[in-house]
């Protein structure tokens, strides 16, 4: 089966501007998730759906951070305005019971 | 608050040795704990689960074992290869049914010298 898809891999970007990631999960997984990974650490959970609904998105930065998830299927995930200490590897992932599985993610640099 | 620890942070071993991986987390009302490995610019691929109910999971080469009073997980790599080298992952759920949210810790960086 097809694994989870992420685009862009790689993106550029000066603080203040904006920026969109996508996600297109396995499909028939009803849960997806945004993480962010800074380097050296663990990802971090920005935001949980359950279908097009929002589960948990206690630690996105909303004064930022948006995302959506159209129709129950992809989702995008958006910085608005950048700020340095945004630099880092943003995952998604899709699950159907408990194992997750996670794309190859979109590594972000803000300058 | 669940806090997921890994020790040691970076690991080097020659090829073919045995190794162990530890995983310490801090709330032990948890339902499973996932391995994961993770290489160099790529996302994450899960190793192994292990629910609350088992004592360990066993795949190929690695085996993992949780001992949920004491908080920790062990992954066991048996004969590492330099293909094993990558950054290893272990992640709790919160306690709460239904929920998938994980807690990572900060992984081990491990590199098989061949």
């Known amino acids: 089966e097809a694994g989870v898809a992420q685009s862009p891999r790689y993106k550029i970007i000066e603080k203040r501007q904006s920026v969109a990631f996508w996600c297109n999960p396995i499909?028939?997984?009803?849960?997806l998730y945004w993480y962010q990974q800074i380097l050296g650490q663990g990802p971090k959970l920005l935001i949980q759906?359950?279908?097009?609904?929002?589960?948990?998105d206690s630690q996105l930065p909303k004064d930022r951070f948006s995302a959506e998830r159209l129709k129950g299927v992809d989702s995008t995930l958006k910085i608005q305005p950048a700020k340095l200490e945004d630099s880092a590897v943003y995952l998604c992932?899709?699950?159907?019971?408990?194992?997750?599985?996670f794309g190859p993610g979109t590594r972000l640099t803000v300058l | 608050k669940q806090e997921v620890t890994q020790i040691p942070a970076a690991l080097s071993v020659p090829e073919g040795e045995n190794l162990v991986l530890n995983c310490s987390f801090t709330?032990?009302?948890?339902?499973?704990l996932q391995w994961f490995r993770q290489d160099p610019g790529k996302g994450l691929t899960s190793l192994l689960l292990?629910?609350?109910?088992?004592r360990e999971q066993t795949s190929g080469r690695l085996n993992a074992s949780l001992d949920k009073s004491s908080g920790r997980s062990t992954l066991y790599i048996a004969a590492s290869q330099p293909g094993d080298s990558a950054t290893y992952l272990c992640?709790?759920?919160?306690?709460?049914?239904?929920?998938?949210?994980?807690?990572f810790g900060k992984g081990t960086k491990l590199s098989v010298i061949p």
């Open positions: 992932a899709s699950s159907s019971v408990d194992t997750q599985y």
């Open positions: 992640a709790v759920p919160p306690p709460r049914a239904g929920s998938y949210q994980l807690t």
């Open positions: 499909s028939g997984h009803a849960t």
């Open positions: 709330d032990s009302a948890i339902y499973n």
């Open positions: 292990i629910q609350s109910s088992q």
């Open positions: 759906f359950q279908n097009n609904g929002v589960v948990d």
